[in-house]
């Protein structure tokens, strides 16, 4: 079967001389891996394949068949964006993403609105000329909600935030529970809206503290999930 879709590169790994196999979430089928031939050709660009570059896929799917690997017929860029992989702060914070999307995604995972989201925010983000360095943090905590761990705000005056029920309370529950200074700043990130906000909310001390309780607050609530290699290559950029 014929099969024409849409995805996000996540990674891409070099196979052999000439060749790449790439994770990649589609619009139609959640997380698929692909092998593509020839993608150090003269008549093809790697570039192609960045982080986070939407691609128009097409590949042959037989009927019954969970492969593990599929061949790609042809690809194109579906989205082109301007600034996003030649920005060196925006290319991070893409590489950083790319990299938790694979962690936390899974193969079965199949979310038009978590896609949309993606894909919508790509854009906002190439766009944007300025005030952007907070992009990862409302980022990954909005995403949350497509992940099901989004945090509940029904007690968000409390002072302090437990990562581990999700919750806002006054009551030292368990050691997975921000101090009031941290909490401080979580609660500033759920009332962040990158779509509407254009000015930069924490510093660099902030940003990084926020983003470190953001990787574990993912951790406890997908156990599987392992501190993105990135991590400390955002933490110098914005150092």
């Known amino acids: 079967m014929e099969i ?3 995805g996000f590169v ?3 790994l070099k196979y052999g001389e000439t060749s790449l196999i790439l994770k990649v979430y589609t619009l139609d089928f959640g997380l698929k891996s692909f092998m593509v031939k020839g993608a150090f050709s003269k008549k093809k660009s790697s570039a192609l394949y960045f982080p986070l570059n939407e691609l128009e896929l097409n590949y042959t799917q037989k009927n019954n068949d969970k492969q593990e690997l599929i061949l790609l017929k042809q ?3 579906s989205s082109v964006y301007q600034d996003l992989h030649f920005n ?3 290319s991070t914070l893409v590489m950083f993403l790319a990299e ?3 962690l936390v995604l899974k193969e079965e995972d199949h979310n038009l609105l978590m896609y ?3 894909s919508e925010n790509l854009m906002r983000l190439d766009q944007r000329e300025d005030f952007y360095a907070d992009f990862h943090l409302w980022f990954l905590i909005q995403l949350t909600k497509f992940i099901g761990f989004y945090p509940n705000e029904e007690e968000i005056f409390n002072d302090y935030f437990d990562l581990e029920n999700g919750i806002f309370t006054n009551e030292s529950i368990n050691t997975n529970q921000l ?3 941290e909490t401080k700043l979580w609660k500033t990130l759920l009332q962040l809206d990158f779509r509407t906000d254009f000015q930069h909310h924490f510093n660099q001390k902030q ?3 926020l983003l470190n309780n953001l990787i574990k607050y993912y951790q406890i609530h997908l156990p599987n999930v392992k501190k993105p290699k990135s991590l400390d290559i955002l933490h110098d950029i914005f150092s």
Do not use: G
């Open 4 to 6: 024409k879709t849409k």
């Open 88 to 90: 060196p702060v925006k």
């Open 100 to 102: 938790v999307l694979q």
């Open 75 to 77: 690809t194109s860029l």
């Open 10 to 12: 996540l990674s891409s």
């Open 179 to 181: 101090n009031k200074e």
């Open 116 to 118: 949309q989201y993606i």
């Open 207 to 209: 940003r990084k503290d």
